[in-house]
């Protein structure tokens, strides 16, 4: 992240903020709280940072406090709401209208071997398209080559809520670096776990028992929510892992 600037709602973004890469042939990314108007307007749709990554070529909008907007290529954690014919309908938010989520969007699923998911079952998605006139549509299969890569239903385990800007530190290529989060790799020393982060501020945990699930949720909670720096996390990790 080499530059971040605070912009408010309907805040056009000068040019020159904007990132631009040194080979022509790859395209500007604009993420979550940014809109694009042609021809070549960039416009801020929340408050908050605005951060850029030249070596993506990425550009977004940075905000703990605000509400998830569905942005396409975002991988988010849903539940299921109920199903109709050829979709489950699923819940990204509370406040978003229900997303679709095709019954044949799994890893050689076809009318026969479809998975079948019951109300309030949770999933690992990427949002496929994402628009405002229309509900956003999932996929748990990899566009290119049609495997799950990790996508799919999340069987046990359970759900913690942190903060639209914890999630994107914790995706982050290099946590700890870019981050600044190492609380689960500290983790990682002492407890085996499983986890699925979705960029809609839900965290998927399973590490096997109820104590120990919960003592890997918690911690990351309490991260976000004291901004622990790392230092003080490896500290936290130490003082959760004593009951355990």
């Known amino acids: 992240m080499a530059t971040q600037t605070f912009v408010l709602p309907g805040e ?26 042609p021809p070549e307007t960039v416009t801020s749709v929340i408050a908050g940072e605005l951060c850029i990554d030249p070596k993506k070529n990425a550009i977004w909008v940075e905000n703990n406090g605000g509400r998830y907007l569905p942005t396409a290529g975002d991988l988010i954690i849903a539940t299921t709401h109920h199903s109709s014919l050829d979709f489950y309908h699923c819940s990204i938010t509370p406040y978003t209208s229900h997303a679709q989520l095709p019954q044949l969007a799994f890893e050689g699923a076809t009318k026969k071997t479809r998975p079948i998911l019951a109300p309030g079952a949770l999933v690992y998605a990427r949002i496929s ?6 509900e956003p549509e999932l996929e748990c ?17 359970m759900v913690f809520d942190i903060s639209l800007g914890m999630a994107r530190r914790l995706m982050m290529p290099k946590a700890r670096e870019q981050g600044g989060v190492s609380v689960l790799e500290d983790l990682a020393e002492r407890v085996p776990f499983e986890i699925a982060v979705g960029r809609n501020g839900r965290v998927w945990v399973d590490s096997g028992g109820v104590k120990s699930t919960l003592i890997v949720g918690r911690a990351l909670q309490e ?5 622990v720096d790392i230092d003080e996390q490896k500290k936290l990790v130490k003082k959760l892992l004593k009951g355990l």
Do not use: W, Y
Request: zero cysteines; charged letters at 20%; a negative charge.
């Open 12 to 37: 056009d973004i000068p040019a020159d903020l904007l990132p631009t890469s040194s080979n022509p042939s790859v395209a500007l990314k604009l993420g979550p709280g940014l809109q694009h108007i």
């Open 129 to 134: 398209l994402a628009n405002k006139h229309m």
């Open 141 to 157: 299969v990899h566009p290119s080559t049609g495997k799950a890569d990790g996508l799919g239903e999340l069987k046990g385990g």
């Open 223 to 227: 991260t976000d929510r004291e901004d």
